[in-house]
C-alpha cells in the first residue's frame, strides 16, 4: 500500500523526527544512539522505515498530539539549549518539506459525537482527537502503539498501521 498522506501519532512522529535529525548531523552526535536503539541494529528494517516516510507527502497531526511530542522530546531527550533549537530546526525544516496540515480538534465538538465522547474517556483527548481526524479526512493512522490506539482506531474502521508489523520488523 502506497500513501500519500496519513495522521501521524505522537511516538512515531517523534521517532521519525529523532531518525530525520540523526540523518542530518554527525554520526558521533549523542542522539544517533537513541536513533540506533529505534532500529536495533537492523539496516533492512531502518533503510524501509526511512522509505516508507520519504514515500508520504503529507503530514496530518493535532495541536494538541503536536504539544504532547514537546513533553516528549523533554522527557526522552534532555536536551540543553542550543541542542533542542538544533533538534526543532532541523525537525521544522523537515515537517515543512512533510507539508504538515496541524489541525485543532476541539473537546467540545469531540464530546458532542457519542462515539468519541466515550473515547475521551477510556483513551484521552490526544488520541481521541487524532481518530476524529482520521475519519473527518478520511485517512488511516500510523502509530507505534500496538494497543489501545489501534484497537480504537480500527474499531471507528480507520486503517491503521503499526510501522513495525507494516514494515515486518
Not at 526511512?50 to 534532555?78: D, P
Request: glycine share 2%; hydrophobic share 40%; proline share 1%.
Amino acid at each position: 500500500m502506497l500513501l500519500n498522506k496519513a495522521v501521524i501519532d505522537t511516538s512515531a512522529l517523534f521517532e521519525i523526527l529523532l531518525v530525520n535529525y540523526s540523518l542530518k548531523v554527525s554520526p558521533k552526535d549523542n542522539l544517533c544512539k537513541e536513533v540506533d536503539s529505534v532500529f536495533n541494529g537492523n539496516l533492512r528494517y531502518k533503510n524501509n522505515y526511512i522509505e516508507f516516510y520519504n514515500s508520504l507527502k503529507i503530514f496530518y497531526s493535532t495541536s494538541q498530539a503536536i504539544g504532547e511530542l514537546h513533553g516528549l522530546i523533554n522527557s526522552r531527550l534532555h536536551f540543553k539549549d542550543k541542542l533542542y533549537e538544533k533538534f526543532w530546526e532541523i525537525s521544522i525544516d523537515y515537517l515543512k518539506q512533510k507539508r504538515l496540515d496541524e489541525k485543532l480538534i476541539e473537546l467540545l465538538t469531540i464530546s458532542e459525537n457519542n462515539l468519541t465522547k466515550e473515547m475521551i474517556f477510556k483513551i484521552g483527548y490526544v488520541d481521541t482527537g487524532l481518530i476524529e481526524l482520521a475519519m473527518k479526512e478520511e485517512l488511516c493512522i500510523i502509530t507505534k502503539d500496538r494497543q489501545t490506539l489501534r484497537k480504537y482506531a480500527k474499531n471507528m474502521m480507520i486503517n491503521v498501521i503499526v510501522l513495525s508489523e507494516y514494515l515486518n520488523y
